[in-house]
Nanobody, 116 residues
């Protein structure tokens, strides 16, 4: 059984930055695709960024050039560096793990609030 624990969320002013972390427990980490999703109030959950086992990354158009996903397989941790934050980035951010493009496991989420 895999558990994912996110951290690093919080309240930040527009233009600010945060680094979100997601630590995985359980089985082999390196073979899995990791991703970050987010869900804002009243909106559907959306994919923010994905990093495959080989390191290939994909980003939503809305966060391209502002967010960076990375992974440390030795620490079984995936990161999301979020820069130049906007009010529309306010959401609960979820970490996921899965084989290929599946999302087999979800974390509990971490709140990011962008407000002055």
């Amino acid at each position: 059984q895999v558990q994912l624990v996110e951290s690093g969320g919080g309240l930040v002013q527009p233009g600010g930055s945060l680094r979100l972390s997601c630590a995985a427990s359980g089985s082999v980490f390196a073979m899995y695709t990791m991703a970050w999703y987010r869900q804002a109030p009243g909106k559907q959950r959306e994919l923010v960024a994905r990093i495959e086992s080989v390191g290939k990354t994909t980003y939503a158009d809305s966060v391209q050039d502002r967010f960076t996903i990375s992974r440390d397989n030795a620490k079984k941790t995936v990161y999301l560096q979020v820069n130049s934050l906007k009010s529309e980035d306010t959401a609960v951010y979820y970490c996921t793990l899965g084989l290929g493009f599946r999302t087999d496991y979800w974390g509990q989420g971490t709140q990011v609030t962008v407000s002055s």
